[in-house]
């Protein structure tokens, strides 16, 4: 008979084999979400020297890729590549020319202002989605970023927030990403990683969800 030790064990291992297969794949592959990560050195790591996920990290993936299944428009996890950069796009709506990226995080923004302040590489990945779908001749009127809780929302916060992301234009946007991934490009090819932010702490975000913590702390 199985203990329910022995379950929690079996669990985690096939969550971790449902990860496996994706994990593999990106790591030979530049995505868009390496190209909005807060932190370089981390997306070294993952491509060039990456530690196995701690049970939290699994889960937490685990949860994200189960959140996302639900499809909202007619196109649903829309994959796209452009200049070599591989994206999915949540849901996107051809005849409208709509695109949500959908999030599920622990905080959700209450006005613009904090969107801004906490979110903004967000943002930005919408921005860049707009490009992709634009490159791959598919309009864009609109794009919105949807926010759903993790658990139990703050006090004071709703469980669901939806945001507006302002379409830049096309010509500037397309200057950013080419600069971008040239920079990143370098930055992998590097034998080794980039120095860690002088502002980031082992307590802070980025940094307290991270697997690579006691790599780049050490002991704290
Ligand atoms: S612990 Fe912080 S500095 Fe180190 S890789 Fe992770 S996010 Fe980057």
Same mark, same amino acid.
């Given at each position: 008979?199985?203990?329910? $030790?022995?379950?929690?064990?079996?669990?985690?291992?096939?969550?971790?084999?449902?990860?496996?297969? !994706?994990?593999?794949?990106?790591?030979?592959?530049?995505?868009?979400?390496?190209?909005?990560?807060?932190?370089?050195?981390?997306?070294?790591?993952?491509?060039?020297?990456?530690?196995?996920?701690?049970?939290?990290?699994? +889960?937490? *993936?685990? =949860?994200?890729?189960? #959140?996302?299944? *639900?499809?909202? +428009?007619?196109?649903?996890?829309?994959?796209?590549?452009?200049?070599?950069?591989? $994206?999915?796009?949540? !849901?996107?709506?051809?005849? +409208?020319?709509?695109?949500? !990226?959908?999030?599920?995080?622990?905080?959700?923004?209450?006005?613009?202002?904090?969107?801004?302040?906490?979110?903004?590489?967000?943002?930005? =990945?919408?921005?860049?989605?707009?490009?992709?779908? *634009?490159?791959?001749?598919?309009?864009?009127?609109?794009?919105?970023? #949807?926010? &759903?809780?993790?658990?139990?929302?703050?006090?004071?916060?709703?469980?669901?927030? &939806?945001?507006?992301?302002?379409?830049?234009?096309?010509?500037?946007?397309? $200057?950013?990403?080419? !600069?971008?991934?040239?920079?990143?490009?370098?930055?992998? =090819?590097?034998? $080794?990683?980039?120095?860690?932010?002088?502002?980031?702490?082992?307590?802070?975000?980025?940094?307290?969800? @991270?697997?690579?913590?006691?790599? @780049?702390?050490?002991?704290?």
């Amino acid at each position: 008979m199985i203990s329910p $030790t022995e379950l929690e064990v079996y669990f985690l291992r096939k969550v971790a084999e449902y990860n496996r297969e !994706e994990g593999e794949r990106r790591r030979n592959e530049l995505h868009l979400t390496d190209l909005i990560s807060e932190c370089k050195r981390r997306v070294w790591f993952d491509k060039n020297d990456p530690l196995p996920d701690d049970p939290e990290s699994l +889960l937490r *993936m685990w =949860q994200g890729s189960m #959140l996302h299944q *639900m499809p909202l +428009l007619p196109e649903h996890e829309l994959e796209l590549e452009f200049l070599g950069v591989k $994206t999915r796009i949540d !849901e996107y709506d051809p005849e +409208l020319g709509i695109l949500i !990226e959908k999030k599920f995080v622990t905080f959700i923004p209450k006005t613009p202002d904090e969107l801004r302040k906490y979110y903004s590489h967000y943002i930005k =990945q919408v921005q860049y989605e707009a490009l992709f779908l *634009m490159a791959n001749n598919m309009k864009v009127n609109k794009a919105f970023l #949807l926010f &759903v809780v993790r658990g139990e929302p703050e006090p004071g916060r709703k469980p669901i927030a &939806v945001f507006e992301v302002p379409l830049l234009d096309g010509n500037l946007v397309m $200057t950013q990403f080419i !600069e971008e991934v040239e920079t990143y490009k370098i930055t992998l =090819q590097s034998p $080794t990683p980039p120095d860690i932010p002088k502002i980031y702490s082992p307590f802070e975000y980025p940094c307290t969800y @991270c697997k690579y913590r006691s790599r @780049c702390f050490g002991r704290w």
